[in-house]
């Protein structure tokens, strides 16, 4: 078995030799697959999973735009289109100056199967731009909207490629690729998900991957007779998914004790109240502003300059910002002061050590392919919300939202359950997804 893994896996890696966060994804991946590949004949001697880390297609292309000055500015603009055996292909884009191809790769393949968790037809994809929005005005982010879409366009349509948001893409952003696209196309269809609520958007789009993410780690708890109720939970990010992650947690009786930045985190001992959470979201969302100055409003707050909050004593923990912001020392640190629960709201935020610490200890571990599939799910529910030209309400699409969780779980639970009895949950993801993609390129043949 072993020799299997690593022929499979050094054949990756001569191919894809300068991407680390992909490799990272897919040993993740060939590790808990491949013993399933060997013991199951239909899927033996296929190269379905070689078939998989491939990319259907992979689209680079220049964007150039105008900046406030006059400056001519150029960005790299990519959308990577994995697998579309169940679907057209469905996945965020990046804007932040850390994309490359790697990255989106590392992304892409992990939503072919998170995608296929979520139980609706859907195929796997992501793109971005290494262009930053920070600092910049709302007519530069139009003008680079715009130009982004000037190429994009030509790839992607509502039967073929549907974007969403993702690290540094929210309803504005959307807002203007869509206005773009219209204009190109001259058609109002649902191209994109994560649209405002007047011109196509879903109720619970925004809040769906926070949500979710919950919603699955409840699920977690439940299993060991547990909740969320007067947990101290500790949460990184204060962009979407950390928001409304903090938002449910606070609904469903947990004290929320950090959120983070690039810059930092801050830890309220008292804990971050619903009135506390209502400025992180001005902060954040209207003023655009950093973490840091929540102890501007609530000074007996700390801020920990260039700190993850990781060393923050909790029974629950919600990496939410990025991937591999979660290492050994972290997971060491958390299971030390009792951490029984992790769940990723971010795509890998965990690192490999840090897995095999959690799940050594044999403590409740979600990946986040599995726990923040709440919002690609609810992106498809958007989906279909704009094929029937019709509207769910709030609780319709919460209560569809809960469901699709829950049937993640129970995946995951079908999958992932060792000798022991403990639930490898990243095995019964990987395995559950896997499973659902490759019996239908199996039913497709070789194309
Ligand atoms: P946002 O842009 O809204 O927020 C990202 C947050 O993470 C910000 O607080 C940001 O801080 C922080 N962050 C980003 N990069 C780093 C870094 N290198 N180091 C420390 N902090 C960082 O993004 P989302 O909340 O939408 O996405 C967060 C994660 O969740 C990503 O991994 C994304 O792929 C994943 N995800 C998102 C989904 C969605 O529906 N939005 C769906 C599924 C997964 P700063 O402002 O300083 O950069």
């Known amino acids: 078995m072993k020799q299997n893994i690593e022929s499979f896996l050094a054949m990756v890696t001569s191919r894809n030799s300068h991407e680390p966060e992909f490799l990272q994804a897919v040993e993740e991946v060939a590790e808990t697959v491949i013993p399933y590949i060997v013991e199951h004949d239909i899927y033996y001697g296929k190269n379905i ?32 289109q994995m697998n579309s055996a169940i679907g057209p292909y469905k996945g965020g884009l990046r804007f932040h100056p850390t994309v490359n191809a790697s990255i989106l790769k590392f992304l892409a393949f992990e939503q072919v199967f998170k995608n296929a968790l979520t139980t609706l037809p859907m195929g796997g994809g992501k793109g971005g731009s290494d262009f930053d929005p920070k600092g910049k005005s709302d007519n530069e982010i139009m003008r680079f909207c715009h130009a982004f879409m000037s190429e994009l366009f030509r790839y992607i349509g509502p039967n073929t490629d549907i974007p969403a948001g993702d690290i540094g893409v929210g309803t504005r952003e959307i807002g203007f690729l869509f206005g773009m696209y219209k204009k190109l196309r001259n058609e109002f269809t649902g191209v994109l998900t994560g649209k405002g609520m007047s011109w196509g958007g879903s109720l619970i789009r925004p809040e769906a991957t926070g949500y979710g993410n919950v919603y699955f780690a409840e699920k977690m708890l439940e299993t060991k007779g547990d909740s969320f109720k007067g947990k101290n939970v500790v949460i990184s990010g204060s962009g979407n998914v950390a928001q409304y992650a903090a938002e449910k947690v606070l609904q469903l009786g947990g004290k929320v004790l950090t959120l983070s930045d690039s810059g930092g985190y801050i830890y309220d001992s008292e804990g971050i109240d619903k009135e506390k959470l209502a400025f992180v979201m001005q902060l954040k969302n209207e003023k655009r502003g950093r973490i840091s100055e929540y102890l501007d409003k609530y000074p007996d707050a700390e801020f920990h300059k260039g700190k993850t909050p990781w060393g923050v004593k909790c029974e629950v ?12 020392e972290d997971a060491n640190i958390l299971l030390k002061n009792g951490c029984i629960c992790v769940s990723e709201g971010a795509n890998m935020p965990s690192t490999k050590e840090a897995i095999a610490a959690f799940h050594k200890a044999k403590i409740l571990f979600a990946p986040g392919k599995a726990s923040n599939a709440g919002g690609v799910a609810t992106s498809g529910l958007e989906m279909t919300q704009n094929s029937l030209r019709y509207k769910w309400t709030r609780e319709e699409v919460d209560n569809k939202l809960k469901d699709i969780m829950s049937d993640i779980h129970k995946s995951c639970l079908e999958y992932g359950k060792d000798d022991d009895g403990y639930i490898d949950y990243v095995k019964g993801a990987n395995i559950a997804g896997f499973v659902k993609v490759a019996d239908a390129m199996l039913a497709q043949g070789i194309v």
Do not use: K
């Open 49 to 80: 999973l070689l078939r998989m880390v491939e990319p259907e297609r992979l689209i680079s292309f220049r964007v150039s735009w105008v900046d406030d000055s006059g400056e001519i500015q150029v960005n790299r603009g990519y959308r990577i």
């Open 317 to 328: 923990a919600l990496p939410c910002a990025t991937q591999n912001e979660l290492h050994e």
